[in-house]
């Protein structure tokens, strides 16, 4: 498992980092929240059986 995490994750880390992304927003500013407002709905949690 470690061999593993040393070949993938962390190479792919140092790409993420050197490419300036931030896929989880984790660097906004100035915020009061994380949460992301969704503009129509998917579905609704009614009737789910």
Known sequence: MGF???LVVTPT???MRLLNKDL????RKNI???WIERASLKSTMKDQF
């Open 24 to 27: 989880l927003r984790l660097k």
């Open 32 to 34: 009061n929240s994380y």
């Open 4 to 6: 593993v995490f040393f």
């Open 13 to 15: 880390g140092y790409i």
